[in-house]
C-alpha cells in the first residue's frame, strides 16, 4: 500500500500549486483522506479532509476559502487546490488515508501516509 503525494515546488507570494495524492497497492474509494503539512520545527497539523464521496470536507482556519481538497475515486486519487499561497504556507505536506469513510481532522484516524511533497512560499 503506497500513497505518492506530488505537485509542490516554489512559488510566489499569491501563486496556486495543485497537489495530487495518488494510492497504489489497494482502492481508497471507501476511505476518508486527508491532507497535513509540517513546517520546520512544528508539528504536523491538519490542513484538510474529505470523506468517501467527496460530498464532505474541513479544512483549517488557516486555509478557509483559499485550498480546495476533492477527489476522484476512480483514479484512486486525491487533490489539494492551493490558491493564494503565503509564505507561512510553506512546509511539507503529507496525504494520508484514514481508516473510516467519514472526515477526521485528528492526525491519530489516520492509518496509510505518504511519503510528502515539499511546498515553498517565497515572499
Known amino acids: 500500500v503506497q500513497l505518492q503525494a506530488y505537485g509542490g515546488g516554489l512559488v510566489q507570494n499569491g501563486g496556486s500549486l495543485r497537489l495530487s495524492c495518488a494510492a497504489s497497492?489497494?482502492?481508497?474509494?471507501?476511505?476518508?483522506m486527508g491532507w497535513f503539512r509540517q513546517a520546520p520545527g512544528k508539528e504536523r497539523g491538519f490542513v484538510a479532509t474529505?470523506?468517501?464521496?467527496?460530498?464532505?470536507?474541513y479544512y483549517a482556519d488557516s486555509v478557509k476559502g483559499r485550498f480546495t481538497m476533492s477527489r476522484d475515486n476512480a483514479k484512486n486519487t486525491v487533490y489539494l487546490q492551493m490558491n493564494s499561497l503565503k509564505p507561512e504556507d510553506t512546509a511539507v505536506y503529507y496525504c494520508?488515508?484514514?481508516?473510516?469513510?467519514?472526515?477526521?481532522?485528528?492526525?491519530?484516524?489516520?492509518?496509510?501516509w505518504g511519503q510528502g511533497t515539499q511546498v515553498t512560499v517565497s515572499s
Open positions: 474529505i470523506n468517501w464521496s467527496g460530498s464532505t470536507t
Open positions: 494520508a488515508a484514514a481508516a473510516t469513510s467519514w472526515a477526521h481532522t485528528s492526525r491519530d484516524k489516520y492509518d496509510y
Open positions: 497497492g489497494r482502492t481508497f474509494s471507501t476511505n476518508a
